[in-house]
T-cell receptor, first 110, second 114 residues
Framework: QKEVEQDPGPLSVPEGAIVSLNCTYS??????FMWYRQYSRKGPELLMY????GNKEDGRFTAQVDKSSKYISLFIRDSQPSDSATYLC??????????FGAGTTVTVRA | DGGITQSPKYLFRKEGQNVTLSCEQN?????MYWYRQDPGQGLRLIYY???????QKGDIAEGYSVSREKKESFPLTVTSAQKNPTAFYLC?????????????FGDGTRLSIL
């Protein structure tokens, strides 16, 4: 079993829809949770960074962490074609080592 | 503009050849990392360095080597001992090596076998 599981998709939604992405994990000791966005042939770009449980909102993006269920989510409201990318979740204990999901590919149709 | 520069963007390796991937950052970050990305898999850590002249193996260090002679530079050599080198290689850096400092990535080098 992988340490971090992420549905690879692909996920296709119409412009303006809410995109819902999620990851599950097995190590209950993870404390830091991240979401990265990766465009084709580019490096990952940090979108959201949260510590422990709870919600964090930044513009159209909301990250949720449910440590009791070992489940994290990213919601994108009012999705745009420019949101079409691969979204990677990542998490860490209390050091440098990140554990990544395999990524979910999202296409927002105009 | 501050950032991480990886070069070249594309690289081809012949059998038995060592190749070196460049990574330079002007963010004044202490910690630097090399990851490998394969289709359908998460990023896997090859090597990391928390400070100049010091580096540690990650999960998949076999067939790779690094150096950290300058704070801003962390080159990765893919040796002939790496039997499956075709992948997308990503360099990252963070202010320090602790988890409360997020990692930021360059735009990668795609390595292929001739």
């Amino acid at each position: 079993q992988k340490e971090v599981e992420q549905d690879p998709g692909p996920l296709s939604v119409p412009e303006g829809a809410i995109v819902s992405l999620n990851c599950t994990y097995s190590n209950s000791a993870f404390q830091y949770f991240m979401w990265y966005r990766q465009y084709s042939r580019k490096g990952p770009e940090l979108l959201m960074y949260t510590y422990s449980s709870g919600n964090k909102e930044d513009g159209r993006f909301t990250a949720q962490v449910d440590k009791s269920s070992k489940y994290i989510s990213l919601f994108i409201r009012d999705s745009q074609p420019s949101d079409s990318a691969t979204y990677l979740c990542a998490m860490s204990l209390n050091d440098y080592k990140l554990s990544f999901g395999a990524g979910t590919t999202v296409t927002v149709r105009a | 503009d501050g950032g991480i520069t990886q070069s070249p963007k594309y690289l081809f390796r012949k059998e038995g050849q060592n190749v070196t991937l460049s990574c330079e950052q002007n963010l004044n970050h202490d910690a630097m990392y090399w990851y490998r990305q394969d289709p359908g898999q998460g990023l896997r850590l090859i090597y990391y360095s928390q400070i100049v002249n010091d580096f540690q193996k990650g999960d998949i260090a076999e067939g790779y080597s690094v150096s950290r002679e300058k704070k801003e530079s962390f080159p990765l050599t893919v040796t002939s001992a790496q039997k499956n080198p075709t992948a997308f290689y990503l360099c990252a850096s963070s202010s320090t090596g602790s988890s409360n400092q997020p990692q930021h990535f360059g735009d990668g080098t795609r390595l292929s076998i001739l």
